[in-house]
C-alpha cells in the first residue's frame, strides 16, 4: 500500500458538495493536433519503439521576445556504455520537419538527424565539462536558408573541438560532404573513430568511406562521454509574426556498433 | 590562373577528406528495437511521450530502478507545464490512465509507485527564493499505483496529496497532512479531479467527478508569501525501487488528460 494511501485521512466524502470558490472557465481541450505553446510550456515529445524500429519524435518553438539568436534543443537515446563504443552504424529515415526563418532574424533555423559522439577530449578533461571534447557526428540535416527543394536533406559527417562547457561553441575540425536524401528515404550512416591513425571515417549506405584527419591530442577520455542516437532543433528567435516552429519526426533502426561495444 | 589561397585549402582538404579507411573492428548488431520496452541495458533513457492524441494530452513515462542497490527508488516526473500559472487557484481535468506498470524489489523497504496527476503550487509557508521550491506547497490530484497495493489488479487509487517542499527542487518533502482518499477508478476510465485552495478558509479542497466523492485537508501554515516557483502542470511520475538482488524494477505510466478548467480570473 502506497504512504499516501497509509496515510490517508478520514476526511473522504460521503461528506458534502464542495462549492467552487468561483467558476471555471476552459482552458484546453486538446482539440488542436499541438499542443499550444501559448497556453503550456514543454511540447511534443516521442522516444519509443513503434513497429519494431526506434522513433523519436520532437517540437519546439523559438521565443517572441527578440530577432537575435536562437533557441536549441536535443531528443536523444543514449548508448549505455559509451565509453567502449568507437564505431557506430544505423538505418535514418526523416518522416517529417518543419523548420522555418524569421524575417527579422540572421539565423536561419535547422533540423538535424543524427548519430552523435564525443569521443576524446583534446586537452585536460574535467568530468562533466565539454570544454576541448572531440565530437563527430553523421547526419541529415535540413536549413531553413536552404536552396533545396522541400523534403531535400543534405548527409554529411563532421568533427568538432568543443569550446566551452556545454559545447556551444568550438571549433570545426573537418567534415565529409555525403551528398543529399529525401524525407521517407532510409539512409545508412556510420561514424567511425580511428585513433590509430587519428581520423574519423563517415559511410553512407554502401559508398566508400569518407575521411576527416585530426592533429590534436586525442589520449584522454571525454570530459563528458556519450553516445547517441539524437535529434537537433535550431529555432529563431521572432518577435514579429507566428512563432517559429521547428519539428522532427524520426526513424531509427538496426544499429551496429564495434563488436568490442556490444553489452 | 591564380587560385585564391581559402579556396585551395579547401580542395585540398576536401582531397585529403576523401581519401577511403577501413573500420578498426567489424561492426556488430546493438539493437534492432524488436522487442519493447526499450532495453535499459543498452540505452541510458527509456519510454517518453508528450503528445496530442485522440483528442487529449497524452504522456508516456517509463523508468527503472537502479541495479546497484537495495536501497531508495529512482523519482522521476515528466510534466506538462501551464505557460503562465500565476492566478490559477482552482484547476480541474479529466485524467485517464490508459495502462501502468509497477514493480518492486523484495529486498528494498521502499516502494515503487506510479501517478498520473495534476500539481500545482499556490503559496510559500516562508520567504520564497526566486525559483526554488523550497518551501512552497505542492497540491496534487492523482490517480495512483504503488507496487504494493491491496487494491485489484488494475485499480489506481484517486488522491488529493498536499506536502512542502523541503528541497529546491521537491525533491524531498513532508506531508502536510495524510492524503484525501477518493477511492479506485479502473484502467481505461476517466476521473475528473479538482482542485482548489481556499485561501479565506486556509484548506484544499479535492472533489472526483463533479462531487461524487470530496475531501479536504486545512492547514495552519503561513500562505501570504507568493511561491518559489509558481506551478501548475499536468503529468505523471514514477518512483521506482534500485534492486541490487531482484529483477531491475520499473515503473511506467499511459495517461492521457482532456477538458482542462481553471478559475475565471487565471483564464489567460
Given at each position: ?263 | ?9 579547401v580542395i585540398l582538404g576536401s582531397l585529403l577528406a576523401a ?122 490530484g492523482e490517480l495512483s499505483r504503488s507496487a504494493n497495493s ?119
Open positions: 500500500m502506497s504512504k499516501h494511501l497509509l496515510a490517508a485521512a478520514m476526511l473522504v466524502a460521503l461528506a458534502p458538495l464542495a462549492h467552487a470558490q468561483e467558476s471555471y472557465s476552459p482552458f484546453d481541450n486538446f482539440s488542436a493536433s499541438q499542443i499550444d505553446p501559448a497556453r503550456w510550456l514543454g511540447s511534443e515529445r516521442i522516444r519509443a519503439i513503434k513497429s519494431n524500429a526506434l522513433s523519436l519524435m520532437m517540437r519546439d518553438f523559438g521565443d517572441q521576445v527578440s530577432n537575435s539568436g536562437a533557441r536549441r534543443f536535443t531528443w536523444s537515446v543514449s548508448f549505455d556504455e559509451p565509453a567502449r563504443i568507437k564505431q557506430m552504424r544505423a538505418y535514418l529515415t526523416v518522416k517529417d520537419l518543419a523548420v522555418n526563418s524569421c524575417p527579422g532574424n540572421a539565423s536561419a533555423g535547422l533540423v538535424n538527424t543524427r548519430v552523435i559522439g564525443g569521443f576524446f577530449n583534446a586537452g585536460a578533461p574535467l568530468p562533466g565539462n565539454q570544454t576541448n571534447d572531440v565530437i563527430g557526428q553523421v547526419t541529415l540535416t535540413r536549413r531553413s536558408d536552404t536552396a533545396d527543394a522541400a523534403g531535400v536533406l543534405r548527409v554529411g559527417g563532421s568533427v568538432f573541438l568543443c569550446g566551452n562547457i556545454d559545447c556551444s561553441t568550438g571549433t570545426s575540425l573537418g567534415s565529409v560532404d555525403l551528398g543529399s536524401t529525401v524525407v521517407g528515404t532510409q539512409v545508412r550512416l556510420s561514424v567511425e573513430w580511428d585513433q590509430a591513425t587519428k581520423r574519423f571515417q563517415f559511410t553512407r549506405d554502401t559508398g566508400s568511406p569518407l575521411v576527416v584527419t585530426y592533429a590534436v591530442a586525442d589520449g584522454q577520455a571525454p570530459g563528458v562521454p556519450f553516445k547517441s542516437l539524437q535529434l537537433r532543433t535550431e529555432i529563431p528567435n521572432c518577435m514579429a509574426g507566428a512563432r517559429q516552429e521547428g519539428m522532427l519526426d524520426a526513424v531509427f533502426d538496426y544499429v551496429q556498433v564495434n563488436a568490442s561495444g556490444t553489452p | 590562373m591564380k587560385m585564391h589561397v581559402g579556396l585551395s585549402a581519401r577511403p579507411a577501413q573500420a578498426l573492428e567489424p561492426f556488430a548488431l546493438y539493437d534492432q528495437f524488436s522487442t519493447t520496452p526499450l532495453s535499459p541495458t543498452k540505452w541510458r533513457e527509456a519510454e517518453r511521450a508528450r503528445v496530442i492524441k485522440a483528442g487529449m494530452l497524452n504522456t508516456v513515462q517509463r523508468d527503472w530502478g537502479l541495479t546497484s542497490s537495495n536501497a531508495g527508488v529512482v523519482a522521476t516526473s515528466w510534466n506538462t507545464e501551464v505557460a503562465r500559472p500565476g492566478r490559477i487557484t482552482q484547476f480541474r481535468t479529466k485524467i485517464l490512465v490508459n495502462a501502468y506498470e509497477v514493480t518492486g524489489c523484495a529486498a528494498n523497504s521502499a516502494v515503487s509507485e506510479v501517478r498520473a496527476r495534476s500539481t500545482e503550487v499556490f503559496f510559500n509557508t516562508g520567504n520564497p527564493t526566486s525559483g526554488s521550491l523550497l518551501g512552497d506547497v505542492l497540491v496534487q491491496v487494491d485489484a489488479p488494475g485499480l489506481l487509487r484517486a488522491l488529493g496529496v498536499v506536502a512542502i517542499c523541503t528541497a529546491s527542487d521537491c525533491s524531498t518533502s513532508t506531508l502536510l497532512a495524510p492524503a484525501v482518499d477518493l477511492g479506485t477508478v479502473p484502467v481505461g476510465t476517466a476521473a475528473e479531479i479538482s482542485v482548489e485552495w481556499n485561501k479565506a478558509l486556509k484548506k484544499f479542497v479535492f472533489m472526483r467527478d463533479g462531487g461524487a466523492q470530496t475531501g479536504e485537508l486545512s492547514y495552519t501554515v503561513s500562505d501570504v508569501a507568493d511561491p518559489g516557483r509558481p506551478l501548475t502542470v499536468l503529468g505523471s511520475r514514477t518512483s521506482v525501487a534500485n534492486c541490487a538482488t531482484g529483477p531491475q524494477a520499473t515503473g511506467f505510466i499511459d495517461a492521457s488528460f482532456d477538458n482542462v478548467f481553471v478559475n475565471r480570473n487565471a483564464k489567460p
